[in-house]
């Protein structure tokens, strides 16, 4: 007696029948339009407090100022796709907001002191020369380690493209690098 074979045959799904319509969109893009309540292309600070709230993380004011700081690199005062998709794709990301705890706002005290004496117009801003001054006396005072920290490349740190250089793009890099890390 020959053993009967049921062969089952697999029927891929319509992409219509999949949640978001369909297609295979990063989680970072589904949350980012998500939570870009009116659209336009960015996240706004409430937006970014509801976006934590509801995935369990509530800040505070001071907290979602620094979120901000870290998040928002190019200072522009919105958070685009391309900053809140370097954020997601973290699995630490909620730990990045976390407020700086004493020795790094210690630090990072110390470091805005030496941004404002170096910013001689008061911008708010750094051109090249003033951050290749800064990086001498964050070198200087030990807050910069002159060989690990070579890459004081003015261009990678510069993301808005515009010439100078902000202070959330600069605590931005110096998340990046590690340089707070070494006051855990």
Known sequence: MAANKITKQVIPLSPSRFA???GTKPISEVMFNKYDTDKNGSISRDELRSLCYDLGYYLSDDELAW???IMDKDGSGMIDYS???EWWKTSSRFEHLKM????EAILLSRVAEICRSHDTHNTGTLDRDQFTSVCQALTQEDILNASEHQACNFDE???GHD???NFNEL???FKNVGLFDMCQ
């Open 20 to 22: 978001f319509g369909g």
């Open 67 to 69: 979120a901000w700081t």
């Open 83 to 85: 900053e809140f998709a």
């Open 100 to 103: 700086p705890n004493e020795k």
């Open 157 to 159: 740190i510069d993301r």
């Open 163 to 165: 010439g100078r250089i």
């Open 171 to 173: 605590i931005a890099w």
